[in-house]
């Protein structure tokens, strides 16, 4: 099955620079790329997804890019705030079985220092 | 629309007790799952769901049962609880396109601790 690895576990930046999260995945068919944000205490949300065939994706203050070649992906924060401080998710889609479930990647706890 | 709702929000067991956590949503979607989160590992999957009827396993899906009575619920069962199966699970559901599972909408989380 697919599998989804995510560096750095923990990040932290001071408020106004830039965050960068980073995710491989092992599965060369996978097509879907969604990140998920989780705050304290609460649930995931999506924030942004890719599909592959696109190679960048901006909203805003968030950007995603996707490197198929190399199998990996990353989430690009620019001009944090401490409202960015949250875990993040990283997540793949199989591209085998009947649900073609998400894979999720192990979290990264970003913290903004003010 | 309430979304994703579960029950309950914490729950202490005994090893050896038996429960049900309760996902209901109210949007129609075809997938449901149920997900496990640990500390440093991530989202699990568990079981999930791709229609009333149909259930299939996940990563995770030992000492734990579900059933996809109706479109709406999808409860998890922990037949026997064990200290290992102490996390915060989550229900996601979404609908289901052709290319499989899409936006996934989160319950809020059950807190289950085994003792």
């Known amino acids: 099955g697919e599998n989804v690895e995510q560096h750095p576990s923990t990040l932290s930046v001071q408020e106004g620079d830039s965050a960068v999260i980073k995710c491989t995945y092992s599965?060369?068919?996978?097509?879907?790329f969604p990140w998920y944000k989780q705050e304290l205490g609460k649930r995931p949300q999506l924030i942004i997804d890719?599909?592959?065939?696109?190679g960048e994706k901006k909203d805003q203050r968030i950007a995603v890019t996707l490197n198929k070649t190399a199998k990996h992906f990353s989430l690009h924060i620019t001009e944090t705030q401490p409202e960015d401080s949250a875990v993040y998710f990283c997540?793949?889609?199989?591209?085998?079985?009947?649900?073609?479930?998400?894979?999720f990647g192990s979290g990264t706890q970003l913290t903004v220092l003010p | 629309n309430a979304g994703v709702t579960q029950t309950p929000k914490f729950q202490v067991l005994k090893t050896g007790q038996s429960m049900t956590l309760q996902c209901a949503q109210d949007?129609?979607?075809?997938?449901m799952s149920w997900y496990r989160q640990d500390p440093g590992m991530g989202l699990r999957l568990i079981h999930y769901?791709?229609?009333?009827?149909?259930?299939d396993q996940g990563e995770v899906p030992n000492g734990y049962n579900v059933s996809r009575s109706t479109t709406e619920d999808f409860p998890l069962r922990l037949l026997s609880a064990a200290p290992s199966q102490t996390s915060v699970y989550f229900c996601?559901?979404?609908?289901?396109?052709?290319?499989?599972?899409?936006?996934?909408?989160f319950g809020a989380g059950s807190r289950l601790t085994v003792l």
């Open positions: 997540a793949a889609r199989a591209s085998s079985g009947s649900a073609r479930q998400l894979t």
């Open positions: 949007m129609n979607h075809e997938y």
């Open positions: 890719i599909r592959s065939n696109v």
């Open positions: 769901s791709v229609g009333a009827g149909i259930t």
């Open positions: 996601a559901s979404s609908l289901r396109t052709s290319a499989g599972a899409n936006v996934l909408t």
């Open positions: 599965d060369s068919a996978s097509n879907y």
